[in-house]
């Protein structure tokens, strides 16, 4: 079945570690994305990519870091310079020049 | 599941009622728009897309309107079922930068 994946589903994190948020898609999409999603807000746009080995910051790209090596993985680390790590992040792709974006079941994030 | 939003405006509606959602956008560049829907504690999913030429686009029990005067979308859900409940966004793209900036969302609650 095509789809994308995040993993893991929930994740800790102590204090002043990075951690690292996978998310795979086998629907041969162009694009990828991360959002972080905090109570009573919409999704905010952390980092994205259009084609492989490229990708821009988002609107709160700060205390992130992604790669995009290969086409069907989109990694986003959350570094210790994420003032504020706790919430559920969203991973999406879509076709180079649609905007219909397909998410990935998410992953909640909390320091401990 | 996790509650994707504790403080979120919440529309709460009789089971086979007609729900309206609605959304303000603010930049009268964006062309294009989407509902997604969110269930508890998982990721976005497309409800229905239309573009800035159009008024109205339907889908199977869900139509969107589209005012540019007033910059405003709204989500019509016929015959709403318990199966509605969630947590509805609008999303925009702005310029055809073919990044989407969502709303904080509003959560639909469905009485049997």
């Known amino acids: 079945d095509g789809g994308i994946t995040q993993s893991p589903k929930y994740l800790f994190r102590k204090e002043g570690q990075n951690v690292t948020l996978s998310c795979e898609q086998n629907l041969n999409h162009d694009a990828m994305y991360w959002y972080r999603q905090d109570p009573g807000q919409g999704l905010r746009l952390i980092y994205y990519?259009?084609?492989?080995?490229?990708?821009q910051k988002g609107d709160i790209a700060e205390g992130y870091s992604v790669s995009r090596e290969k086409k069907e993985s989109f990694p986003l680390t959350v570094t210790s310079a994420q003032k504020n790590p706790t919430a559920f992040y969203l991973c999406a792709s879509s076709f180079q020049g649609d905007t219909e974006a397909f998410f990935g079941q998410g992953t909640r994030l909390t320091v401990v | 599941g996790e509650s994707v939003g504790l403080h979120l405006p919440t529309l709460s509606v009789q089971e086979g009622d007609n729900s309206i959602i609605n959304c303000a956008y603010s930049?009268?560049?964006?062309?294009?728009f989407i509902w997604y829907k969110q269930e508890s504690g998982k990721g976005p999913q497309f409800i229905i897309d239309?573009?800035?030429?159009?008024d109205k686009r339907q889908g199977q029990r869900v139509t969107v309107l589209l005012n540019k005067t007033v910059k405003h979308l709204s989500l019509q859900i016929a015959a709403t079922q318990p199966g509605d409940s969630a947590v509805y966004f609008c999303a925009e793209e702005r310029d055809s930068s073919y990044k989407l900036i969502f709303g904080s969302g509003t959560r639909l609650l469905v009485r049997p």
């Open positions: 239309i573009r800035s030429n159009m």
């Open positions: 990519s259009q084609i492989v080995n490229d990708f």
């Open positions: 930049n009268s560049a964006s062309d294009y």
